[in-house]
């Protein structure tokens, strides 16, 4: 038995494995596409990774079970609401034709209509800046963040600014004896900075913009003040003097006008404990003499208003049928804290206006599903690669695919042996664009795809078909097979029984190995056969011995 045998034996067996992985992984690609496999299980990992939790620990408490429970329904329910939102309705592209019919008939028999609400499919991907830019839309942060930036620019202009400018012009009339002391100033100044709130408001206007013009406004109004009081008098001077250290103080109070996106999603906690007080369509004063405590009075004192505002937000887009705490009552507290660790870490990299920090958040959000759906892929390889072993074994079973027997009848039939061989050299020398692309790449299902992209599927098909009709094959349910395969007389009831199982059990492994790993080993044996012997060393040759000594 020497080395070109037993590569010749290795290519047929090869060759064959070769062919049933191509219709093993066509088998499991037109399951995975009917039952709906990788919407299914993406939906599934989105859900855990909403509520933190797949299913309650075993041996807990019942309140903590149960609180289990309740996020991972909130879960579900929101996951309900992403897949209705546009972007990611958007991706989901149904089978049409034969294989769609069949899907959607699957689908109202295994109850995935239920699972994808009344749709007979979802999405099979999702990309992670369509989830984060879904869920950062759905849970209205945008429109947070610009309701946060409201009430603080108010709060800039009326409190900070107008207030302390009205509060410092008044001593001064005081002082003076004059009731209309700079009122045309003053006028102008609440003119202008009522205009900025206005502009911002209506959204006209980005809050960086906003913030530059009531600090253009204060300091106009400071110059004008400096012109009508160009008399030399202390009361003047010293009123001055408190103007230009609100000057100095200006871009410290503005920077503290700019939401955090840690307030926003404090905010929006906040929210939600407001929404579970209050029933739907309740009197905020009932709820508020219901309370104890002076800190839940406080907080419900100040998040209704700030709820109600988002209500009256959602309103004005079109959205009559849906109040933002319906929103909040579906959002598992899982994505409120996840929310606030990742908006923590975008604050500390980040000082700028909030919509920027909303898009620094948009890509944390992104890098964390990306980690999830991670981990998720590997649960599905496993999952797969598990069908693929049963795809395998029953392939094998159905055309009688028994190593041992395949590797026997190679062994002692040239002829057989040598076709198969020459297959598979064949069908490596008409791939080309295949080994180049498996050179390029290492990643199995890079690797798959190269076969598809490169024919390989149909050139072992026709090869396949033209041995079928040319040579008596060792696989199939032949009456010549059976017969080598099963001898009870030889070997025994329970032997003949084992080399059996064991050469179907080796083949079903083989064949659930794939296609890729197969041609690539057919290109590695077809190599090391047609390199041959490896020729003497320089040293070898020394030793070797010479004619004329023989």
Not at 38 to 57: D, W
Not at 459 to 478: H, I, K, R
Request: glycine letters at 6%.
């Amino acid at each position: 038995m020497n080395l070109p045998f037993i590569l010749d034996v290795g290519l047929g067996l090869l060759f064959i494995y070769l062919i049933l992985s191509l219709l093993a992984s066509e088998l499991q690609e037109l399951l995975a596409t009917i039952l709906q496999w990788r919407a299914k299980h993406l939906r599934e990992a989105i859900e855990i990774l909403l509520a933190g939790e797949s299913k309650p620990p075993l041996g807990a408490s019942s309140p903590e079970s149960q609180m289990i429970r309740t996020e991972i329904t909130q879960a579900q329910e929101l996951v309900t609401k992403l897949y209705h939102h546009p972007l990611l309705k958007a991706l989901n592209q149904e089978a049409k034709g034969l294989v769609g019919k069949l899907g959607q008939i699957v689908s109202q028999l295994t109850g995935l209509v239920k699972v994808f609400d009344g749709q007979s499919s979802g999405p099979s991907y999702v990309p992670s800046e369509t989830f984060a830019a879904t869920l950062v839309s759905t849970l209205r942060l945008g429109e947070l963040v610009q309701k946060l930036s409201e009430i603080k620019l108010y709060q800039l202009i009326q409190e900070r600014l107008l207030g302390t400018i009205e509060e410092l012009v008044t001593d001064l009339r005081n002082s003076k004896g004059n009731s209309r002391l700079l009122q045309r100033e003053l006028q102008t100044l609440s003119s202008e900075l009522d205009g900025v709130y206005q502009d911002f408001a209506n959204q006209q206007l980005p809050l960086a913009h906003s913030l530059r013009r009531s600090e253009a406004c204060v300091k106009r109004f400071i110059t004008a003040v400096e012109v009508a009081l160009s008399d030399n008098d202390v009361i003047y001077h010293k009123f001055l003097k408190r103007l230009k250290t609100l000057d100095q103080d200006l871009p410290s109070l503005i920077q503290e006008a700019v939401p955090r996106i840690t307030e926003a999603i404090a905010e929006l906690k906040t929210l939600q404990w407001v929404a579970q007080q209050m029933p739907e369509g309740g009197d905020p004063r009932l709820v508020m003499a219901r309370l104890r405590d002076d800190g839940d009075r406080f907080r419900l004192q100040q998040g209704y208003p700030l709820l109600q505002a988002m209500n009256q937000s959602l309103q004005s887009t079109g959205v009559v049928t849906l109040n933002y705490q319906q929103v909040l009552a579906v959002t598992p507290g899982h994505v409120f804290d996840s929310l606030e660790t990742l908006a923590k870490s975008v604050q500390e990299r980040a000082a700028t206006d909030g919509s920027q920090l909303l898009l620094g958040l948009q890509k944390e959000l992104a890098i964390w599903y990306d980690r999830s759906m991670d981990r998720a892929s590997g649960v599905y390889r496993r999952n797969a690669k598990g069908v693929a072993l049963i795809i395998g074994f029953l392939i094998a079973v159905l055309t009688n695919t028994d190593t041992l027997h395949i590797v026997q009848r190679l062994a002692k039939e040239p002829t057989l042996r040598q076709t198969y061989a020459a297959a598979a050299a064949e069908l490596v020398k008409q791939n080309p664009e295949a080994i180049a692309c498996f050179q390029a790449t290492r990643d199995p299902k890079e690797r798959a795809n190269c076969l598809q992209r490169g024919g390989i599927s149909a050139s072992a098909t026709a090869l396949s078909n033209a041995l079928d009709q040319s040579t008596d094959l060792p696989l199939g349910w032949t009456q010549a097979n059976w017969q080598e395969q099963w001898q009870p007389r030889r070997r025994g009831v329970l032997a003949s029984g084992f080399f059996l199982l064991v050469g179907w059990l080796t083949s079903g492994v083989a064949i659930a190995m794939g296609a890729p790993f197969w041609f690539s080993l057919i290109q590695k044996v077809i190599h090391a056969r047609n390199t041959g012997d490896r020729p003497p060393t320089a040293v070898e040759r020394s030793t070797l011995p010479r004619i004329h000594d023989v």
